[in-house]
């Protein structure tokens, strides 16, 4: 006897709660939309969030790609990649520009996006207020009436601690001059990408149970202070793989003398820059 | 009674991905891209749009009556609830559009539930991006322009008139015949 899933896993009922929740998250960009979250086969951490939304979505014809700190091939990417092959049958692709549907886990990919295009995001926590007021029904009314003051002392104590505003990934960012919103934990190099982005983006925590979203064109702003401007990381280094000094590069350590080697986090660009002989 | 679908899985995604586009870039007129037979009274857009999202949570208001041949339609082949009142509709139909001359009465949400508000999709007498309406907001690159035959210019400025309660609104879908055309509740739209 074999075992049947309905088409990418979830029942119709669940797809059609999670994609009305999808429209209202468009409409009010930047919003949290609460969702009745469904079990999924795989513990919560995972991509829970991002696996709801994706089924939602996916059809027949769509391209999945679907990448783990910018790589292909690590194993939560390369899981859930084989979940909807078998769930859903569709087209897999590592080719950025083919894809119609990516989902990812931190990264924004550094091949630029086409209007076509939605990313699907895994987000750990929704709340970019939950450390600075951890009472739901609190974050609720400070989102409510833009009481966003504290954001900003948690930003100046950074400052007045660190001399800079010590966040390398998840930096809030202003949606639409309303809502502050967690990109998700992509580094802050990725945060100018959201910015009048031509594609959509759609966030998805399953274990909070929230959707959020940013439609193209929209307003995504890095919140910052006038003498103490968001400012984006730099490296020394270009890429030792393909040679790219454009890209969010990671550290290796590849040996026990502590040599290190600077390569693209983004493992298809660096394959595509690399065979197109740029270097 | 018609069928629905023709698949339920394949066309209500079908339909999902078109409205999706067309939340996501207001004024981008979109096919629904299945073929639908609806009830006389009601366009394939709507009934397409209707079918797609509607189920036993969602109350539906309609100025078509709870016992029309439509709203059977619609209620047999999603189990919505009929909402008596316009402000205990998550979704509602307009098919009058002469009689359409404010949102006043839909949901706009709460503060914290601004979610929790009216989709209101009106019929038009049909929709082409050459008219005096000019849309500006999130979605937009520049601007867009809109036609929708049928709805008054008073109706609109209405509706420009609740802007200022964003995050609170109703979220409008015009449609005719196969398309449908979006203007959520963070569309700024000006009469030429």
């Known amino acids: 006897m074999s075992l049947q899933y309905n088409f990418a896993y979830l029942d119709e009922q669940s797809k059609k709660m999670i994609r009305r929740s999808i ?21 919560y951490g995972w991509g829970t969030g991002g696996i709801q939304l994706t089924a939602s979505l996916l059809g027949k014809e769509d391209c999945l790609k679907v990448i783990d700190q910018g790589s292909d091939d690590t194993t939560n990417a390369v899981s ?53 007021e951890p009472k739901r029904q609190e974050n609720a009314k400070m989102h409510a009436f833009s009481e966003y003051g504290t954001m900003y002392v948690k930003l100046y104590e950074d400052i007045a601690r660190h001399e800079r505003i010590a966040m390398a990934f998840d930096y809030p960012v202003h949606v639409n001059g309303r809502y502050i919103m967690s990109p998700s934990p992509i580094p802050k190099f990725d945060n100018p ?4 982005s031509c594609a959509m983006h759609i966030f998805g925590a399953g274990r909070e149970k929230r959707i959020y979203a940013v439609p193209p064109y929209t307003d995504v702003v890095s919140l910052d202070f006038e003498d103490y401007p968001f400012e984006l990381e730099e490296w020394d280094e270009s890429c030792a793989i393909c040679g790219s000094d454009q890209t969010f590069l990671d550290e290796i350590i590849t040996d026990d003398e502590g040599t290190r080697m600077f390569v693209c986090s983004d493992t298809e660009f660096c394959s595509r820059v690399r065979q197109k002989g740029k270097r | ?65 709870n016992d029309s041949k439509e709203i059977q339609w619609l209620r047999f082949h999603t189990g919505a609830p009929y909402a008596y009142a316009k402000r205990n509709a998550l979704f ?80 409008l879908i015009f449609v005719w015949d196969h398309y449908l055309v979006s203007i959520p509740r963070t569309t700024s739209v000006e009469i030429l």
């Open chain 2, 1 to 65: 009674m018609l069928k629905g679908f023709a698949s339920e899985v394949f066309d209500s995604q079908k339909v999902f991905r078109q409205l999706l586009a067309a939340m996501a870039n207001p004024g981008r007129i979109m096919d629904i891209g299945i073929d639908l037979e609806s009830p006389e009274f009601i366009h394939p857009a709507a009934g397409a749009i209707l079918l797609a999202l509607l189920d036993f949570e969602t109350p539906l208001w309609s100025d078509l009556e």
């Open chain 1, 193 to 196: 990408k959201l910015h009048q």
């Open chain 1, 80 to 132: 859930i990649k084989d979940f909807f092959k078998k769930t859903a049958r569709i087209e897999i692709t590592e080719n950025t520009e083919d894809a119609t549907i990516i989902q990812t886990r931190h990264r924004i990919p550094e091949t630029p996006l086409t209007p076509q295009q939605i990313m699907v995001y895994q987000v750990p926590i929704p709340e970019p207020l939950q450390f600075i």
């Open chain 2, 92 to 171: 509602a139909l307009q098919t009058d559009y002469d009689a359409l001359e404010s949102v006043d009465q839909f949901n706009p949400g709460t503060l914290e539930a601004p979610h929790q508000s009216t989709t209101l999709i009106v019929h038009t007498r049909g929709v082409d991006n050459n008219g005096r309406i000019r849309l500006t907001g999130p979605g937009i690159q520049t601007d867009k322009f809109l036609k929708l035959k049928g709805i008054k210019e008073s109706f609109l400025h209405q509706r420009t008139q609740t802007l200022k309660d964003y995050p609170l609104g109703v979220d």
């Open chain 1, 23 to 43: 429209l209202k998250a468009m409409a009010i960009p930047g919003f949290q939309v609460p969702f009745g979250g469904r079990e999924m086969p795989l513990p």
